[in-house]
């Protein structure tokens, strides 16, 4: 199975900006979605971002102008880039990885999550 590493996280004030990374621990062959979510406490998970193979990316409604999905084929990175972040943007943000390795073996992973806090 593919591990993903999160980093990025921390305390901001309202206004700040976080760039999360995500690093998957194997090289990829195919990737079939990519993209990060967030849950904050006693919420269900949601997606914020998504980004597919061709690079066609979608928000949500409530970052969108915001936050900005990227990522690095080579370095087997995704990336978000938070901007005027808000109180509400507070919760573990995960990243999420489907695919195939290089063995063509087909994988669906997740990070362990990093924590965003926005303070007003």
């Known amino acids: 199975q593919v591990q993903l590493v999160e980093s990025g996280g921390g305390l901001v004030q309202a206004g700040g900006s976080l760039r999360l990374s995500c690093v998957a621990s194997s090289r990829i062959s195919r990737i079939n979605a990519m993209g990060w979510y967030r849950q904050g406490p006693g919420e269900q998970r949601e997606l914020v971002a998504s980004i597919t193979s061709a690079g066609t990316t979608n928000y949500a409604d409530s970052v969108k102008g915001r936050f900005t999905i990227s990522r690095d084929n080579a370095e087997n990175t995704v990336y978000l880039q938070m901007n005027s972040l808000k109180p509400e943007d507070t919760a573990g943000y995960y990243c999420?990885?489907?695919?195939?390795?290089?063995?063509?073996?087909?994988?669906?992973?997740w990070g362990q999550g990093t924590q965003v806090t926005v303070s007003s």
């Open positions: 999420h990885i489907q695919g195939r390795t290089m063995a063509l073996r087909a994988f669906d992973s």
